[in-house]
Each structure stands twice: as structure tokens, then as C-alpha cells.
């Protein structure tokens, strides 16, 4: 029997109700649970695939091709459960399938509506592709109060009438703002915040608290009081110093007893080991390295969420601390670019092109890429970073120096271009220049056969592998021989031989460019290969002493 925890936030956004979710899935799991995390996000956008990664943050990319929240991302990092083209669902898909189906005349000329209808849709989003899981925890997107999440909390509503206590639980997000002039913790936004909740028809059963300070007990009973719940399922989620301590933490508040209590079931406490033991890593490392981080939207990191994360997952299996300089690559844009460079990259063990799209700012990442090659600084270069690391290899070659990608307009020496046709088993992909933005890329997992002697098959431990993509150009298979002759060995390619995936210098110390993102794979508790062997060949530049 499948049952069902909706996770809504109150009082204002960025409570971290993702990060929130995604612990209470691992501590379900280590209870023994089968668990799946799917997130409905209100905004009208059909997916996050075209909204800027500066305003929303990441596009997490699933195994089946989805451009979805990066919420998912916590999830996968937490529960390590792969997440589908079914876990995330926004108003603008909800409606563009309800309004496709009244064109078709599916409704057979009822008026439609929001109720019954979208929540309808809502409902069987929320319903569907579900296996043998024991839990499917549902996160709402935006705050309570929001004009565009009423249809999602109707829907939720109803599936609580349909279902019952037994199988479905409500646990509202909130925060108590501490007034350091009055020296307390405020509980009256979290009263109101229930009460929108409870005037659209729905009943918390678990109150998350966000707050800095400790909550005296007498609050706690306050704030059930006033919220109609048991001060037992006033949950206290103090702030934490790392992300790895929230599962333990959470637990020792009594968030998954209480659910567990919530629906009658009896289990043994989860064992936390292996999260004590990645936070232990954590707050203890043996030494630090420096990371730089070469891009464009470096102002804001949740653009690069996985990333980071990625970096910090081969810290701890380093047993060192990556430190993360996020270097705006338009800095490195000056007269003397080699100066520039020395002077923002010389403290760095290890350089990193994350994925990026357009012109602005490639000429400063293709900068540093030559400083990483030429001092000999390990390199990873990730979908747009191993393009650039092309150009730049293309570009010490006489005949191919105006060598660019055709993203950048039209060049006599495409080494970076559109593939209008692609194949992947037994389906052939078109795309063209004149398509709409989204849904012409190259998404979602893909196989890439690599060479045996390769670096790349050596970190990985064997020669295929499946990683995921989300990009519009490919390197240019026709420019080998020139990236050969440059030193750029091609050493992954699709299972067809067309389309280059691992790029790798045989003459750096490290220096490995990738058409995908194995940053999307990473977890704590099974750090990528790459980034491990990344950040292990910074740890040996030991320039920190
Ligand atoms: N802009 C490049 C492309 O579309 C790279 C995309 C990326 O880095 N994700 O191919």
C-alpha cells in the first residue's frame, strides 16, 4: 500500500522545504521504506528547461531525458533513488495537457474547469507511475497564501478525502523568526500560515519549524495549541553547519516517529551511520584545495547546485575540504589575458569549465583553459567546458586558429557544432536551428563506449557508460585528426562513433573535458569517479600548506 506525505511551506520561500523532503525520504529508507520524491512546482512555465538558471537556479536533468527542479537533485543526492520524467509537474504542463485534451475534444463538450478539471490532471499526475513504493513524498512548490498554488493545495485536499488518515499525511514548512530585541522566537507567523492552510481545507499533521535558536517546551505546546496538532508533532529543524547533519538532526526531533506514528506503523529507528559518517568527513578534513569555477552565472551558486555539491562529494572521499572560487570568466577578458589569469588562477590546485550556454564570457573560459593546459593545473572541463577546451586545442593548430562553435554564429572552422540528426538505439533524433528552444536538446542519459587505455575508462573502472546530457552542439567528429595533432585525444565516444563524449590530454597531469554532466550522479555516499579523481589530483598540487 502506497501512502502519501505532502510537504507545503509557509511564512516565506527558500526554507529549504527540498532539502527537508529529501531527509525525511533517506530516514524513511533506512527505516526499511521503498520511497519515491516527486515535486509540483505552480509557476506557468511548462518546465524549468528555459528559465534562467540566475532566477530559478540549476535544471536537473533526469535519466529519461525530463529538465525538472533542482529539488530533485537533493532528492537523488539523499535517497539515491533515480528520479523520473513523472516526479515533477508545473501549472504550465498541468494546463498545456488539460488544454490539448479539450482541442481534442476529449471532454466531450463539459466546460472546463479548474475544479474538476486541472486538479483532476493534478490528481492523476500525482497518482501515476508509482511501482511497489511505500511512500511517495510530494513537495508543493511556493509558499502557502501564493495565488498559484490554490489548484495543487485543492488537489492534495481532495486526495486526503479520497484516501483517508491511514495513507496520506500532511507536513507544513515554517519558520520562527528570532526578534533579538525581545530575545524570542516568534511563533505568530507559523499560527497564520496554518490558518491559510487550514482555509483552503487542509489539516497539518507535522509542523517543521525552521529556526537558529533552541524552542523552549512551553512554545512548542503554544504552537500546537494554536495550530491544532499535538506539541509531539512540532518538529524543531534547527539550523545545521552541513546539509549531511539534517537527516540525523530531523530524527532526533522525532520527524520520522511521528509520521511513522501518523500511520500506525511500527519499525526499528533508522541507523544513521552512514550520515554521522559522512558529516564526521565533513567537519574533520585532513587538508583543503582550491577549486575555481570558471563561468558565468557564478552570482548565484544554486545555478551550479550539483556542481558544488559534486566537488564537496569527492572532498569527503578525499578526506579533504574543496574551497570554491567562482570566478566570472569575463574578468579574464582583458588586453593580456595570460596576466589576468595568473593573477586570478595562481592559488588554484584545480580549474573547472562547468556547462554554460552563448558567447558572453567563452573567450575568458577558453583563457583559462590555456593556463590550465600550459601550467599544468588539473582541468575539468563539463558539457560547454569540454566544447571550449576544444576550441582552445583547435586554436594552437595554424589552420584551424579561428576554429569556434557555431553557437556563436557562422565560422569557416565549426570543430563545435549542430548535429542535425542523431541516433540512440534504435531511434533516430532530428533537431534543427529553426526549433523552439526547448525540446531540441540532447536530454537525458546516453551511452559513451571509451577507449580501454584511456584515463577516463581507467577512473571509471570499465569502458561503458551512461551519463546524462543536456546540450544542442556537439565537437565535430571531422576535426580528430587536428584535436590529435593538438594533443586532445577523443576518448569516449557514442556506441555509433559520431559524437565525441571524453576528451583527455596525455601530456597534463590531469586534463579531462565531458559532453555530459556527471555532476547529476554524484552522491555523498558514492561520490562520482570523476569528480574523486578531480579533486585527488588537486589535493596532489599541495599548494596549501
Ligand atoms: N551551449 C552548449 C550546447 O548547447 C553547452 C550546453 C551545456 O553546457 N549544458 O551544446
Known amino acids: 500500500m502506497t501512502r502519501f506525505i505532502f510537504i507545503t511551506g509557509g511564512v516565506v520561500s527558500s526554507l529549504g522545504k527540498g ?42 536533468v533526469t535519466d529519461d531525458g525530463a529538465e525538472t527542479d533542482l529539488d530533485l537533485g537533493h532528492y537523488e543526492r539523499f535517497t539515491g533513488v533515480h528520479a523520473r520524467k513523472s516526479d515533477n509537474v508545473t501549472t504550465g504542463r498541468i494546463y498545456s495537457d488539460v488544454l490539448a485534451k479539450e482541442r481534442r475534444g476529449d471532454y466531450l463538450g463539459a466546460t ?59 507536513m507544513h514548512v515554517t519558520l520562527l523568526p528570532f526578534i533579538a530585541a525581545a530575545g524570542e522566537l516568534k511563533t505568530k507567523p507559523t499560527q497564520h500560515s496554518v490558518k491559510e492552510l487550514q482555509s483552503v481545507g487542509i489539516q497539518p499533521n507535522i509542523l517543521l ?78 587538508s583543503e584545495v582550491n577549486v575555481a569555477i570558471v563561468g558565468k552565472y557564478t552570482s548565484l551558486q544554486d545555478s551550479y547546485k550539483s556542481l558544488g555539491e559534486a566537488l564537496d562529494h569527492g572532498g569527503i572521499s578525499n578526506r579533504v575540504k574543496v574551497n570554491i572560487t567562482w570566478l566570472d570568466s569575463e574578468l579574464l577578458e582583458t588586453d593580456d589575458p595570460e596576466e589576468a589569469c595568473r593573477q586570478h588562477l595562481s592559488q588554484m590546485d584545480a580549474i573547472l569549465v562547468p556547462g554554460g550556454f552563448g558567447q558572453r564570457g567563452s573567450e575568458g573560459k577558453i583563457s583559462a583553459i590555456t593556463y590550465a593546459r600550459t601550467q599544468k593545473v588539473p582541468y575539468l572541463g563539463i558539457c560547454f567546458g569540454m566544447q571550449m577546451a576544444v576550441l582552445e586545442a583547435a586554436r594552437t593548430i595554424e589552420q584551424t586558429a579561428t576554429a569556434s562553435s557555431t553557437e556563436f554564429g557562422e565560422t569557416d572552422h565549426p570543430v563545435v557544432g549542430l548535429m542535425t540528426e542523431w541516433v540512440s538505439g534504435n531511434k533516430t533524433s532530428k533537431r534543427s536551428a529553426e526549433d523552439d528552444l526547448g525540446g531540441t536538446m540532447r536530454l537525458g542519459a546516453y551511452p559513451c563506449v571509451m577507449a580501454e587505455d584511456s584515463r577516463a575508462a581507467a577512473l571509471y573502472g570499465t569502458t561503458q557508460i551512461e551519463e546524462r546530457h543536456r546540450h544542442r552542439y556537439e565537437v565535430n567528429i571531422g576535426y580528430r585528426d587536428t584535436l590529435e595533432a593538438a594533443g586532445l585525444r577523443i576518448s569516449g565516444l557514442s556506441p555509433d562513433g559520431e559524437l565525441p563524449e571524453i576528451v583527455e590530454r596525455e601530456d597534463h597531469p590531469w586534463f579531462i573535458g565531458v559532453q555530459f554532466h556527471p555532476e547529476l550522479k554524484s552522491k555523498p555516499f558514492d561520490a562520482h569517479p570523476l569528480f574523486v579523481s578531480f579533486v585527488e589530483a588537486a589535493k596532489k598540487q599541495n599548494r596549501i600548506v
Open 19 to 60: 532539502l527537508a523532503s529529501a531527509a525525511l525520504g533517506s530516514l524513511l529508507q533506512l527505516r526499511g521504506y521503498k520511497v519515491r520524491l516527486r515535486k509540483l512546482d505552480p509557476y506557468l512555465n511548462v518546465d524549468p528547461g528555459t528559465m534562467s538558471p540566475t532566477q530559478h537556479g540549476e535544471v536537473f
Open 209 to 286: 519549524c525552521r529556526t537558529e535558536q533552541f524552542l523552549p517546551d512551553e512554545q512548542r505546546a503554544k504552537i500546537g495549541l494554536f495550530c491544532n496538532v499535538s506539541a509531539a508533532d512540532v518538529i524543531l529543524a534547527q539550523d545545521v553547519d552541513n546539509i549531511y547533519k539534517v537527516p540525523a538532526a530531523y530524527h532526533e526531533q522525532g520527524l520520522d516517529t511521528q509520521i511513522c506514528k501518523h500511520f500506525g506503523l511500527e519499525t526499528s529507528p533508522p541507523d544513521l551511520g552512514m550520515w554521522e559518517q559522512i558529516a564526521e568527513r565533513v567537519s574533520r578534513p585532513e
Open 112 to 170: 472546463i474547469q479548474v475544479i474538476p478539471h486541472v486538479t483532476d490532471a493534478i490528481k492523476d499526475f500525482i497518482m501515476s507511475d508509482i511501482d511497489d513504493e511505500d511512500f511517495i513524498l510530494c513537495e508543493i512548490g511556493g509558499t502557502v497564501g501564493d495565488i498559484e498554488s490554490l489548484p495543487f493545495l485543492e488537489a492534495i485536499r481532495q486526495v486526503g478525502n479520497d484516501l483517508g488518515r491511514e495513507r496520506t499525511c500532511f
